[in-house]
T-cell receptor, first 109, second 112 residues
Framework: QKEVEQDPGPLSVPEGAIVSLNCTYSNSAFQYFMWYRQYSRKGPELLMYTYSSGNKEDGRFTAQVDKSSKYISLFIRDSQPSDSATYLC?????????FGAGTILRVKS | SQTIHQWPATLVQPVGSPLSLECTVEGTSNPNLYWYRQAAGRGLQLLFYSVGIGQISSEVPQNLSASRPQDRQFILSSKKLLLSDSGFYLCAFTGTSSYEQYFGPGTRLTVT
């Protein structure tokens, strides 16, 4: 069992839809979570990070952590074609980050 | 501000040839440095990381090696490339926080 699981998709939505991207994790010691966005043929860029449980909002993006169910979510409101990318969740483990496999998101205009 | 550079951006090399990819970081001191490989349509595979000059940890046994000759320089090498070495190579560093990693633009390597 991988420590961070993420559905690879692809997830295809119409422009303006609310998108929900999710990860599950197995180690209850994980407390800090990050979301990265990776456009095709580019390096991943840090989108948001959140610590412990609860929500964190940044513009159209909301990161949510549910520690009781070991579930991490990224919500995108009013999705745009420019949001089409691969989204990766990650959590620190020692000096390293444990990444999910990434979910491919396609927003159709 | 902190920036990370990788070169070359693309590389086509024959099987059996050597490899040297370079990564440099600016605007920070004593960062942790990382090399990842991403095969087409796949996730990130951590290859090496370094917490200081000359300190290299290898995550995956293979024909690649890494070196850190200076605080903000990280080099990925191979003496003889294999077809399976093709992929997208990414360098990353930790910022002022000890957790978040920031990635370079990557090098797309094709071994023919």
């Amino acid at each position: 069992q991988k420590e961070v699981e993420q559905d690879p998709g692809p997830l295809s939505v119409p422009e303006g839809a609310i998108v929900s991207l999710n990860c599950t994790y197995s180690n209850s010691a994980f407390q800090y979570f990050m979301w990265y966005r990776q456009y095709s043929r580019k390096g991943p860029e840090l989108l948001m990070y959140t610590y412990s449980s609860g929500n964190k909002e940044d513009g159209r993006f909301t990161a949510q952590v549910d520690k009781s169910s070991k579930y991490i979510s990224l919500f995108i409101r009013d999705s745009q074609p420019s949001d089409s990318a691969t989204y990766l969740c990650a959590t620190p483990y020692g000096n390293k980050l444990v990444f999910g496999a990434g979910t491919i998101l396609r927003v159709k205009s | 501000s902190q920036t990370i550079h990788q070169w070359p951006a693309t590389l086509v090399q024959p099987v059996g040839s050597p490899l040297s990819l370079e990564c440099t970081v600016e605007g920070t001191s004593n960062p942790n440095l990382y090399w990842y490989r991403q095969a087409a349509g796949r996730g990130l595979q951590l290859l090496f990381y370094s917490v200081g000059i000359g300190q290299i940890s290898s995550e995956v046994p293979q024909n690649l090696s890494a070196s850190r000759p200076q605080d903000r320089q990280f080099i990925l090498s191979s003496k003889k490339l294999l077809l399976s070495d093709s992929g997208f190579y990414l360098c990353a560093f930790t910022g002022t926080s000890s957790y978040e990693q920031y990635f370079g633009p990557g090098t797309r390597l094709t071994v023919t």
